[in-house]
């Protein structure tokens, strides 16, 4: 089990689909009456963890509720079998995707937070938190707001395969079949699972190198190492054909601000100001020299700017 930083009476387990999901929550820091900021569900990124949002946590209960969640395959959740198209179903299986995951966000919201909710995202975390926020609008259900911290844009995408270079659409179908492969997807992920290659993937979401720290490693280094973790990451990159955010920004009511650094080394700030222009992005913030990972890497200039957009989402 990962060695969680938060206090151990904010550390809970939730029951859903049969599966164990791991998430805190932590109390408001001063009783506010009804109605009063709503809670914030904090969704990470492909790889990382609730701990990611480390530094976020303790300057958000000043406000507001704070919840942080594991999404199934990563963290301290549950890490069933992966089930790809195609594949048989297996008892306990599951086809991880952005809509897995979003249905777990909205059941959570629905069955733990129980109430109106703020939703923030961080990478892949971002697509969840907009697929989670159109679910919750088809519901019926309240949701102030949704703020994206350097959104994934799932470039290998097949609905982006005409933005890719010649050579890799050619060998497309060579690649779809090669990482169905379980001998193929277990060895690179054990290659990867690595401190050392850890920190020199950080050293890249994080271009000016503030806060790589070795308790930052250890945090995605330990549920890498647990068993079944190899599973979330076949299921991951198999996604050929699955939710992105350009798609769903088109579709979404809810206000969504962005928050992104100029330096991102994955998702390009032009992408960003692109999405700007959807009817629902309310605002962008961009933060000079700041890479993938903002809130981590500089949280005492993301943090104001994460406190002003939930409560904007709360008027």
Not at 99 to 127: C, M, R, T, Y
Request: charged letters at 25%; aromatic letters at 8%.
């Amino acid at each position: 089990m990962t060695d969680s930083i938060y206090p151990l009476n904010w550390q809970r387990r939730w029951s859903w689909q049969g599966h164990s999901v791991a998430y805190i929550v932590g109390p408001q820091q001063d009783r506010v009456e009804p109605p009063g900021p709503s809670p914030v569900v904090l969704i990470h990124g492909f790889g990382a963890c609730k701990e990611h949002w480390r530094h976020n946590v303790p300057p958000l209960l000043g406000e507001r509720a704070v919840f942080a969640i594991d999404l199934l395959g990563f963290g301290e959740s549950d890490k069933p079998r992966s089930r790809l198209e195609g594949e048989p179903e297996e008892a306990g299986s599951c086809r991880y995707c952005i809509d897995l995951w979003a249905d777990q966000v909205v059941a959570f919201v629905d069955e733990v937070v129980q109430g109106p909710v703020q939703l923030v995202g961080n990478s892949i975390g971002g697509v969840v938190a907009l697929a989670a926020a159109r679910q919750l609008e088809q519901l019926g259900q309240s949701v102030g707001g949704v703020v994206l911290i350097d959104c994934a844009q799932r470039a290998l995408d097949d609905k982006r395969l005409a933005e890719q270079p010649p050579l890799r659409r050619w060998g497309r179908p060579l690649l779809k079949s090669l990482v169905r492969q379980r001998w193929l997807t277990g060895g690179l992920f054990h290659q990867l699972s690595k401190a050392s290659i850890i920190r020199k993937v950080l050293e890249q979401a994080y271009p000016t190198r503030q806060n790589i720290d070795d308790q930052l490693v250890q945090l995605l280094l330990q549920p890498a190492q647990q068993p079944g973790a190899s599973e979330a990451f076949r299921g991951f990159i198999n996604l050929f054909n699955d939710r992105i955010a350009p798609e769903l920004l088109a579709d979404l009511r809810t206000p969504v601000r962005m928050i992104w650094g100029q330096s991102d080394p994955w998702e390009p700030i032009s992408e960003a100001r692109r999405w700007s222009t959807f009817a629902c992005v309310q605002e962008l913030v961009e933060l000079p020299r700041l890479g993938h990972c903002p809130h981590d890497e500089a949280p005492d200039q993301v943090n104001p700017h994460l406190l002003e957009a939930l409560r904007q989402g709360d008027r």
